[in-house]
């Protein structure tokens, strides 16, 4: 049975009692001390993308606190005190680079006394999927994570439009490089991809601890939301039960699935990466210690940015197309062959070479918002690492 903690720890605390609260919620774990101890190199992703850098509260409402993030390190440094620590982020240049963000947002020098390195859009390297992936065989992530003793992921408590939470399996949606994916990953960050996407790349990443800063966290949209004070601390070794654990804090079921609230956008990524082997989401494999889950909970919302058909139509225009492509793919590939293609109604909008010039939906116009636009690299089958069974379990209607 899967072990998560939760731990009071209320919004106006000082530092230092956050990093008591931090520090009790990964010992009430157990054995964690052992897993870090022996850890030559430490890789951390925390939800630091400089967005929306706004304090309420006196907290950042829609990124991890910076006391969360530095109590984790110091922890780390507590039992392993020559443990290389690493910071890893995918940042958006050249509009933003990493040292700029964490010092505006808090982070810098908490960061830099404690000796962590900070890695910049690092070096991505292919990884295998695991089991072949769900929807994808292969990912660029980076390649720092090859070098990891152990993966920390640290996360903030968001409703979130698109995957009905973030917790700690979206935190890690970071890490894919956008000079492979496009900005914001737009490639991945798609209906029927996202949710099979998050899942892989958790299986691939497992992180050995998974931290939620849940003293403030964000109601109804992951940027633009309004602040609900929770209180809260969790951690857990699995960041499936984890994540259970924080939706259920959050009035959400994560065994739910589309189109149910919150799932109103596309599939439960939680959900299917527990199917796929992850971790628990129900409660009776998950032991919750600290404080009792139910009277913690309260009732989040999520925006819904469209109506119900409008989504569902999206979903099936994109299975369709993705199915188009693959049955057209000799034509495609005579024509583009190498190039990122974006098809709609069975018509090519672009073809590309760099994934950076995928054209803005404002400069396709007058093509309207509720067509969906497949991305794709024309390649030939043995050079496409996408499943695209998923997309004909899709329109059968059993996805």
């Known amino acids: 049975m899967e072990r998560v903690s939760l731990v009071k720890c209320p919004h106006d605390s000082e530092d230092k009692a956050v990093q008591e609260k931090v520090w009790q919620a990964i010992e009430m774990l157990g054995g964690l001390e052992d897993r870090f101890a022996g850890a030559k190199k430490v890789l951390l992703k925390a939800n630091v993308v400089p967005y929306n850098p706004q304090k309420v509260y006196k907290r950042l409402l829609c990124l991890t606190d910076p006391s969360v993030l530095s109590a984790v390190v110091a922890w780390i440094r507590k039992v392993n005190p020559g443990a290389e620590i690493i910071l890893a982020d995918e940042f958006f240049r050249p509009w933003f680079d990493l040292e700029t963000c964490l010092e505006r947002e808090g982070y810098l020098q908490p960061l830099r006394d404690q000796g962590v390195i900070l890695v910049d859009q690092p070096r991505p390297g292919l990884f295998e999927a695991a089991n072949g992936g769900l929807i994808f065989r292969r990912y660029w992530l980076p390649e720092l994570l090859r070098e ?8 903030h408590m968001k409703a979130h439009v698109g995957a009905g939470f973030s917790l700690s399996i979206k935190n890690l949606f970071g890490w894919p490089p956008t000079e492979k994916y ?15 996407v998050l899942a892989d790349i958790c299986l691939i990443v497992r992180p050995a601890l998974s931290v939620v800063d849940a003293m403030v966290a964000v109601n109804g949209d992951e940027w633009a939301g309004e602040p609900m004070r929770m209180n809260l601390l969790l951690a857990g070794s699995n960041c499936a039960a984890v994540d ?28 299917v990466a527990a199917r796929a082997g992850l971790g628990p989401v129900a409660l009776d494999e998950i032991e919750v210690v600290g404080e009792p889950l139910a009277p913690n909970a309260k009732r989040f919302h999520v925006e819904r940015k469209r109506p119900a058909e409008i989504v569902e139509t ?47 939906r404002s400069t396709l116009s007058p093509h309207s918002t509720e067509n969906a636009i497949f991305f794709v690299r024309a390649v030939p089958e043995e050079e496409d690492w996408e499943n695209y069974e998923v997309y004909e379990r899709v329109l059968s209607g059993t996805e």
């Open 148 to 155: 990891a003793d152990a993966v920390v992921s640290v996360a």
């Open 182 to 196: 496009a900005h914001p990953r737009r490639y991945l960050h798609s209906q029927v991809r996202l949710p099979y």
């Open 244 to 271: 259970a654990v924080g939706a259920r804090l959050m009035g959400l079921d994560p065994e739910a699935d589309y189109p149910a609230f919150p799932y109103m956008f596309d599939r439960n990524h939680l959900l």
């Open 314 to 360: 999206l979903r099936r225009d994109i299975a369709r197309q993705a199915l188009f492509f693959r049955d057209n793919r000799g034509r495609f590939v005579a024509e583009h062959r190498g190039n990122l293609i974006g098809l709609m109604k069975d018509k090519v909008l672009f073809s590309i070479e760099n994934v950076a010039d995928i054209p803005t």
